[in-house]
Every structure is written in structure tokens, then in C-alpha cells.
């Protein structure tokens, strides 16, 4: 079974500031998908960034971007320029293929605090 | 964007009685949705995969009869916590899939926050 690993609980960053949240994954399947999905206190999931692992090239998206490292199963997420409006939650998610039921496992999440 | 709704957003009711909440995806069609259980500050996890038009897979531990779920139309997904109890107060989310395009991201509803005295 997949498993996603953050081992960042807790994270605070100056705003305008650059932060890089970790994510370990363990996996023996080749092709796969991964995420990062930010969750505010609203509660509601958006989704960040995603990459595909047969895909080299690290994604990015505005002031997010990934450092994916397929060999050492690591996906982690760097904000440039943090804002308040950054100060979430956030879960890295690994999805499998359709032959495995596409089901997304969530890591335990790292809560990010941006002070002003 | 897929925008996916989610209803109620805050229910509260007494022991013993079963609570229905739905989940729509207002713009697409969603062959398959996801529930998910969440306690405060912790992760998601999955309760069950709800394919349209057959029978949910749950996850282990998942107890079928207490969450009762069907997915009758490729736009409405509900869950029914049967009989519900103060164990089971928690942050409830749906997610649905575009389509059969399987390698699509999950798009979130907003969630239900159940409470059980």
C-alpha cells in the first residue's frame, strides 16, 4: 500500500518570504500522480499544484512550484513570496492508476502560518 | 471551474436519528465520487469509492450499514449515516471525478460538519 509522509506539523514564514514544505512517498508502482491540495480554515480542499510522475519537468503554478525527486520519492512544495492568504493546511496526496482505483492517500498534513 | 456542492454544511441532531448529506457536481458529470472522514487537524480518510450506478466500495474498518451511500445519477452522490451517535461527529467530504478521465485531479465540496448530541 501507498504511503505519503509529512514530517513537518508545523510551519511559520515571514510574508514575502519563500517556505518549502517536505513529502516523502513510498510507492513501488512506476507511474502515479501526486498533489498538493491547500485546505484554509474554511475547510475547503483546493488544489494547489499536481505533477505526473512520467513527467520530469517540476510543475509549477504561479508562486508554487514542486522539487520532485522520482528516485528518492520526494514531492516537495515551495511558495515564493508568501501572503497571508497562504495560511492553511496543506496535504500532499499521492493517486494511483485506474487498475488500482485512482484513490487519493493523503499525507497527515503540515499546518503553515504566515505572519505579517 | 468544476465546482462540486455539498449539502448541509452544518448539521446537528440527536442521537439515534440518520442524517442524509449530498454532494452534486454542478457542471460536470462524475462517474465517480469519494467520501472522506475528517477529525479536527488531521487528515482525510477515505470511507468509500461511490460509482454511478453500482454499489460502493468501502474502505476496511468502514462499516456499510452505518454509511449508507448512493450514487443514483452521475451528478448526485448522497451518504446516510444511519442511527447516528456522538462517535460519530465529525467533518464529512466529498470529492467527484470528471468523467472517465481517470487521471483527473478529485474536485473538493465544501464539507459537512456533523454533530451528534
Known amino acids: 500500500a501507498q504511503t505519503v509522509t509529512q514530517s513537518q506539523p508545523e510551519m511559520s514564514v515571514q510574508e514575502a518570504e519563500t517556505v518549502t514544505l517536505s513529502c516523502t512517498y513510498d510507492?513501488?508502482?512506476?507511474?502515479?500522480?501526486l498533489f498538493w491540495y491547500k485546505q484554509p480554515p474554511s475547510r475547503q480542499m483546493i488544489l494547489v499544484i499536481r505533477q505526473e510522475a512520467y513527467k520530469q519537468q517540476n510543475a509549477t503554478e504561479n508562486r508554487f512550484s514542486v522539487n520532485f525527486q522520482k528516485a528518492a520519492k520526494s514531492f516537495s512544495l515551495k511558495i515564493s513570496d508568501s501572503q497571508l492568504g497562504d495560511t492553511a493546511m496543506y496535504f500532499c496526496?499521492?493517486?494511483?492508476?485506474?487498475?488500482?482505483?485512482?484513490?487519493?492517500?493523503f499525507g497527515a498534513g503540515t499546518i503553515l502560518r504566515v505572519k505579517s | 471551474g468544476a465546482v462540486v456542492s455539498q449539502h448541509p454544511s452544518w448539521v446537528i441532531c440527536k442521537s439515534g436519528t440518520s442524517v442524509k448529506i449530498e454532494c452534486r457536481s454542478l457542471?460536470?458529470?462524475?462517474?465517480?465520487m469519494f467520501w472522506y472522514r475528517q477529525f479536527p487537524k488531521q487528515s482525510l480518510m477515505l470511507m468509500a469509492t461511490?460509482?454511478?450506478?453500482?454499489?460502493?466500495?468501502?474502505e476496511q474498518g468502514v462499516e456499510k450499514d452505518k454509511f449508507l451511500i448512493n450514487h443514483a445519477s452521475l451528478t448526485l452522490s448522497t451518504l446516510t449515516v444511519t442511527s447516528a451517535h456522538p462517535e460519530d461527529s465529525s467533518f464529512y467530504i466529498c470529492?467527484?471525478?470528471?468523467?472517465?478521465?481517470?487521471?483527473?485531479?478529485?474536485?473538493f465540496g465544501d464539507g459537512t460538519r456533523l454533530s451528534i448530541l
Open positions: 496526496a499521492f493517486m494511483n492508476l485506474p487498475e488500482y482505483g485512482n484513490k487519493l492517500v
Open positions: 461511490s460509482n454511478e450506478g453500482s454499489k460502493a466500495t468501502y
Open positions: 457542471d460536470f458529470q462524475a462517474t465517480t
Open positions: 510507492t513501488s508502482e512506476n507511474n502515479y500522480y
Open positions: 470529492s467527484a471525478r470528471e468523467g472517465g478521465y481517470s487521471n483527473q485531479p478529485q474536485h
